[in-house]
């Protein structure tokens, strides 16, 4: 059993790290200031290769997970909040645009999305419809051509940056909960969408928006998949993107452990360096120890997605388990730098709250807890 990083992926990964410390960080102020992530960084990445799929012979592919996730833990550990507007547009948008859209579809658009020419995102979460992903409000109804969206979608990462958005709506009402839902490829430039920025502190400086359609018209193409399988659609999609925000929420923790440790090597109290204390430093080894476990955690489901086989249940884990130790850590991390750690625009600040916005996204603790049980009761009986 080889526990390594493949050559390639490492070599890739100081490749993306030097791209980052020559595109990111010296405007990173600048961009939490102004609280977006400019379109030119997309495009950078596009350019780099780093957006999550690859054009080879004529045909997209997704990159290894495992190579995914190495670059989103990397990200997250500079800024989680950038690092969810690039999940949101690779492992929401773009792939659930790659598993479902007509060949025809995905023609005209996804080489533009591998790109980062074209932004996508996705709009699931409904004021009544966030753990309940089936309780969807929005209505699509047949006309000539396509069909007409209403409704309202309520927190919807890169809303306001994105050009389309994937969106759930209930296209039989009288159908059971498992099919009443459909998935639609909507322009957010079209007639009769509107967007409202809303105000946030977790995620900076990616952006969170409500977007209302008011008879927004779809065309019969930009149907996504089959009708009636927009609920296995969208938890499919978040199946997998669990690996990404895992990935994300481990360099969460992992970024907040390093800014601690650093601090608490050189910060004197009651004439004794803060590692110095015992407590501190078993809680320092106790955190790390953690830590490294999440992160075996996520490569095993990482090379079960890249063995094709399937890996619902490691993801869940590996998200279950990198929340918590991010939770935990990025709270000591904080209180280690003392009174500090509340100034907005202090390093340490965003963590706590970065790590508590990845325990809501695809699927709070308990929703993964559900799921864990779920599938071992499965693995008990068979």
């Known amino acids: 059993m080889d526990f390594s990083i493949p050559d390639d992926v490492m070599v890739e990964e100081k490749r ?10 010296p405007h ?9 992530v400019p379109r030119d960084f997309f495009l950078q990445l596009g350019q780099g290769g780093w957006l999550g799929f690859e054009n080879k012979e004529g045909r997209v592919k997704e990159q290894p997970a495992l190579k995914q996730a190495v670059q989103f833990e990397h990200l997250s550990r500079h800024s989680p909040g950038v690092a969810v507007a690039v999940l949101v547009h690779i492992s ?3 792939l659930g645009f790659f598993l479902f859209a007509s060949q025809s579809r995905k023609n005209t658009l996804l080489d533009s999305a591998v790109r980062g020419e074209v932004l996508i995102c996705l709009g699931n979460t409904e004021p009544t419809a966030g753990s309940d ?8 109804d047949k006309v000539d051509g396509g069909w007409l969206l209403n409704g309202t979608k309520a927190y919807v ?6 050009d389309l958005a ?11 909960r ?10 957010l430039s079209a007639e009769g969408v509107s967007r409202k920025k809303l105000n946030k502190q977790v995620w900076m400086p990616s952006d969170l928006t409500r977007i209302h359609l008011k008879s927004v018209f779809v065309p019969a193409e930009n149907l996504l998949g089959q009708e009636g399988r927009g609920l296995r659609q969208v938890l499919e999609i978040f199946t997998h993107s669990r690996l990404s925000i895992s990935a994300l929420t481990l360099g969460t923790a992992a970024g907040a452990f390093n800014l601690g440790l650093q601090h608490a090597k050189s910060r004197a109290i009651f004439g004794r360096n803060l590692l110095d204390f015992q407590s501190k430093s078993f809680e320092a080894a106790d955190h790390w120890s953690k830590i490294e476990a999440a992160r075996l955690m996520l490569w095993k489901a990482c090379w079960a997605k890249d063995q094709g086989a399937d890996f619902r249940f490691e993801a869940s884990m590996a998200k279950y388990l990198t929340v918590e130790i991010a939770r935990a850590v990025s709270a000591w991390s904080a209180d280690l730098f003392g009174a500090a ?10 963590f706590p709250m970065d790590a508590w916005a990845s325990s809501l996204g695809e699927g709070t603790q308990d929703v993964q807890k559900l799921i864990i049980f779920r599938e071992l009761m499965k693995r008990l009986t068979t």
């Open 133 to 140: 992903v089936a309780n969807i409000a929005m209505r699509a």
């Open 16 to 25: 993306y790290e030097e791209f980052i410390a020559k595109h990111m960080l």
């Open 166 to 176: 994937l969106v759930t709506a209930v296209s039989d009402p009288g159908a059971p």
């Open 28 to 36: 990173l102020a600048a961009w939490y200031q102004e609280g977006k």
């Open 92 to 94: 929401l948008g773009t």
């Open 157 to 162: 990462t890169n809303g306001s940056l994105s």
């Open 341 to 350: 750690s509340v100034i907005s625009d202090h390093p340490i600040h965003k």
């Open 178 to 187: 498992n099919k009443r839902l459909s998935m639609f490829i909507v322009d």
